[in-house]
């Protein structure tokens, strides 16, 4: 599902930067990504979801080189493609959750938002604890509320390759565990594989792989 060859980036000179000789991700796959604050996962899924571009190297995404795609086409590809939980969930506050929720088929014109997308909207959202609350806007849901908006929109197009970056974070520990059997159930669902930036030790064993960041950090140019 994804395959990373030769990656390096950099945040311009002096600034951090990242180094992947070779990374795998299996379809249907579950992985979780851990390492020290700082150390580069999240701009790991961001490189992964097209958001930001690569120095060198090739990133493929379902057959896909996104690192080769136009600006316009790497944005189509990730919101029909991929379903990513920021890590800030980057909700809208002039929608409502249930529009936030349906966001992906507001910008991209290959999904239609139709009935059963609507139904798969709602029955996320109940199945998060947050059915109750689909007319309300981010501002006014707490931050445990937003992030389970956050992951629904994710999950609403059944893509392929879910991205997580601390989904659970904000959770109490039921809760995580909840969110996570949801995350799970979605992607064996749709057989989406599923990348995840974690620091629940506790939820570790219930990924295929994890994957320590330590090792990717490369020496700053000189
Ligand atoms: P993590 O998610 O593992 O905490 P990040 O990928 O967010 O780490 O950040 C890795 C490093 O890159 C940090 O040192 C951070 O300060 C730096 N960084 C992140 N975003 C930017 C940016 N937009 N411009 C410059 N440096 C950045
Ligand atoms: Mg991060």
Redesign the pocket.
């Given at each position: 599902m994804v395959h990373i060859e030769n990656l390096t980036f950099g945040?311009?000179a002096g600034?951090?930067r990242?180094r992947v000789p070779e990374f795998t991700l299996a379809e249907g796959e579950r992985v979780a990504v851990v390492?020290?604050?700082?150390?580069?996962?999240?701009?790991?899924l961001?490189l992964i979801a097209g958001i930001l571009t690569p120095e060198a190297g090739r990133i493929d995404v379902a057959g896909t080189e996104v690192s080769g795609l136009s600006d316009a086409r790497r944005r189509r590809f990730r919101a029909s493609r991929i379903g990513f939980v920021f890590?800030d969930f980057a909700l809208l506050d002039y929608l409502s959750a249930r529009q936030n929720i349906c966001y992906p088929y507001r910008i991209t014109p290959a999904l239609t938002l139709d009935k059963e997308a609507r139904e798969r909207a709602e029955s996320l959202a109940a199945a998060c604890g947050i059915g109750d609350k689909l007319d309300r806007h981010p501002s006014e849901l707490s931050q445990g509320e937003q992030q389970r908006v956050a992951i629904c929109r994710a999950l609403v197009t059944q893509p392929g390759l879910i991205l997580s970056?601390e989904a659970t974070g904000n959770l109490d520990p039921d809760s995580k565990a909840r969110i996570l059997d949801l995350l799970f159930e979605q992607a064996a669902l749709a057989g989406a594989a599923v990348l995840a930036?974690t620091h629940d030790h506790e939820l570790l064993p219930r990924f295929e792989r994890v994957l320590d960041?330590a090792q990717f950090r490369a020496a700053p140019e000189t």
């Open positions: 945040y311009g600034g951090f990242l390492g020290p604050s700082g150390s580069g996962k999240t701009t790991l961001n890590q970056d930036v960041f």
